[in-house]
T-cell receptor
């Protein structure tokens, strides 16, 4: 297993455009998380999937953000009508079930909105 | 809501010396986990060490150890015999022990560690 993969690594987009990021978790992990990390801050929770079900969304996830995890495998995070404030690193992480399972993070997608 | 505070935005250490990174947290839960994560530049976040709140013994992983003071809600990381490869951003993180929180992590703002040769 190659760990958690995120694509693309970097994305530059113009304000107002839509962008979509992809995360491929570790295959046997049924839990998947998205976090956002802005400059000088620690990662902040965005949303959580258990299998294909999106079970929790942060208030940080405005209506312009949508995430999916079809068939409980890879996940996508889409941002519509991007704003400069969306510029950040978007991290994906996966873990197995139970309290003792640890997270595995991907390398992140760095979004720059110009 | 749980909060995690890292009061040292930056720290530096000489190679082979020891450095301690500070972290405090706030929670009303009795069952929780604490973590230190390392994030090298442009690389993925990796787990350095974790501590279960119910364990009195401080966790150690090779050159990394923690000082967990539950009553004071303090969780510091000590890096011994610092190496150039230890240079990174270090994040302290908290997670509830119960599944009701969906096991999501709450992070501090991070401490940027520089190791000087």
């Amino acid at each position: 297993d190659t760990g958690v993969s995120q694509d693309p690594r970097h994305k530059i987009t113009k304000r107002g455009q839509n962008v979509t990021f992809r995360c491929d978790p570790i295959s046997e992990h049924n839990r998947l998380y998205w976090y956002r990390q802005t400059l000088g801050q620690g990662p902040e929770f965005l949303t959580y999937f258990q299998n294909e079900a999106q079970l929790e969304k942060s208030r940080l996830l405005s209506d312009r953000f949508s995430a999916e995890r079809p068939k409980g495998s890879f996940s996508t995070l889409e941002i519509q009508r991007t704003e400069q404030g969306d510029s950040a690193m978007y991290l994906c992480a996966s873990r197995g079930g139970g309290a003792n399972y640890g997270y595995t993070f991907g390398s992140g997608t760095r979004l720059t909105v110009v | 809501a749980q909060t995690v505070t890292q009061s040292q935005p930056e720290m530096s250490v000489q190679e082979a010396e020891t450095v301690t990174l500070s972290c405090t947290y706030d929670t009303s839960e009795s069952d929780y986990y604490l973590f230190w994560y390392k994030q090298p530049p442009s690389r993925q976040m990796i787990l350095v060490i974790r501590q279960e709140a119910y364990k009195q013994q401080n966790a150690t992983e090779n050159r990394f150890s923690v000082n967990f003071q539950k009553a004071a809600k303090s969780f510091s990381l000590k890096i011994s015999d610092s190496q150039l490869g230890d240079a990174a951003m270090y994040f302290c993180a908290y997670r509830d022990g119960s599944g009701g929180s969906n096991y999501k992590l709450t992070f501090g703002k991070g401490t940027l560690l520089t190791v000087n040769p």
